[in-house]
Structure formats: C-alpha cells, structure tokens
T-cell receptor
Framework: NAGVTQTPKFRVLKTGQSMTLLCAQD?????MYWYRQDPGMGLRLIHY???????AKGEVPDGYNVSRLKKQNFLLGLESAAPSQTSVYFC???????????FGPGTRLTVT | TQLLEQSPQFLSIQEGENLTVYCNSS?????LQWYRQEPGEGPVLLVT?????EVKKLKRLTFQFGDARKDSSLHITAAQPGDTGLYLC???????????FGQGTTLQVKP
C-alpha cells in the first residue's frame, strides 16, 4: 500500500495564478483533511471531509476550495494564489473520527 | 477558539539526558494525540490518550493526559540522537475527527 500520496511535491506560483493539489489514499478511509504548516504555528486545518461527496470548512478556509468526488481522492484548490498562501500543505486521512490520522509527505508551495 | 500551547518550543540536549514537553489548554479535549515529524515528511502518530489521568509508555517515552483532559506531557528518558525531530500534540474535538495542533516542540539530541 502507498498510504497517502500528494501531488506535486513542490510548486512555485505567481500571485494570481491558480492550482490544484491532489491527495490520494488507498486505505479506504472515510475521513480526509487538508492542513497547512507554517513555522511556529503547528498544523492548521483548512478543509476536511467525512465521506465521499462531503466537505466542510476548517480553521483557515479562506482562499481555498476542496472537492471529494471519489472516496480515495481529496483535492485542494487555490483559485487566485497570494503570497500569504506560501506554506507546506499536508493531506491526512483517517478510518474514523476516533482513529489516528495518516499524513502524506507534504507539498511545498511558494507564491511570489 | 480552542488552543493548545506547547512548551518549550525548542530544546537542545545531550544524549542521555531526560526531558519533558508540555501541552496545555484551557479547553477540554476528548482525546490527545502526540505526533513526531521529521524534516521533509508528514507527522507520524506516537500515541493517543483518551482518559483523564491516563499514562502510556512507549519504550523510553511516557505520555500522560491530565485529570481534567486539558493538558498532556511527554517525557523522554535517556534521549538518543534518533529522538531528534518535531513533536506535536493534537487535541481531538467534536464528532468529525478534527484535531487542534499545538505549535510544536523542536528537539535536538546531540551525540
């Protein structure tokens, strides 16, 4: 099993450009999450999903959109990138709300 | 807003020393998880504690959940260079599995 994979690993965007980050898991997990990690701030939840076709806002959702059309995939979109969105983005999945979260390797995004 | 404060933020010690990392909040959490993260990788779960006063041991690591389920500690005995990394506590909330993360403690163990 590959676990949780994220595509791409690195990306540089110019202000105003758009992009989509892909998260895929092969563990048949119901719950999926998108976080961003900034120095000294731990991980902050952007959006999450409790099952196929569902999404909900987390702690810092502004400027991001998500979709969960298939159970194994969770997409994070930036419609108009801003320098404040420079960060490392992590996707995670979980079997249920009581179980541990499995994290992907992260995507390092720089917006200039 | 629920917050988790970790202390210290940075810790540099010699191999063989003991250390304790603290995770504190004014909010009650249904569970408390500790993760370890190495550079360039995602966090990996070390332990989950769910009962107030619970103590769990994982080799040289001891985790405790406060009686009121508002705080937790991680104690490492005889630290080794392989313990170097970022330690994150995370509190479980609600029915959606959402986690509130502390800001992390960066541990460096020198040989």
């Amino acid at each position: 099993n590959a676990g949780v994979t994220q595509t791409p690993k690195f990306r540089v965007l110019k202000t105003g450009q758009s992009m989509t980050l892909l998260c895929a898991q092969d563990m048949n997990h119901e719950y999926m999450y998108w976080y961003r990690q900034d120095p000294g701030m731990g991980l902050r939840l952007i959006h999450y999903s409790v099952g196929e076709g569902t999404t909900a806002k987390g702690e810092v959702p502004d400027g991001y959109n998500v979709s969960r059309l298939k159970k194994q995939n969770f997409l994070l979109g930036l419609e108009s990138a801003a320098p404040s969105q420079t960060s490392v983005y992590f996707c995670a999945s979980s079997f249920s709300r009581f179980y541990e979260q499995y994290f992907g390797p992260g995507t390092r995004l720089t917006v200039t | 807003t629920q917050l988790l404060e970790q202390s210290p933020q940075f810790l540099s010690i010699q191999e063989g020393e003991n250390l304790t990392v603290y995770c504190n909040s004014s909010s009650v959490f249904s569970s408390l998880q500790w993760y370890r993260q190495e550079p360039g990788e995602g966090p990996v779960l070390l332990v989950t504690v769910v009962t107030g006063g619970e103590v769990k041991k994982l080799k040289r690591l001891t985790f405790q959940f406060g009686d009121a389920r508002k705080d937790s500690s991680l104690h490492i005995t005889a630290a080794q260079p392989g313990d170097t990394g970022l330690y994150l506590c995370a509190g479980g909330t609600g029915n959606t599995g959402k986690l509130i993360f502390g800001q992390g403690t960066t541990l460096q163990v020198k040989p």
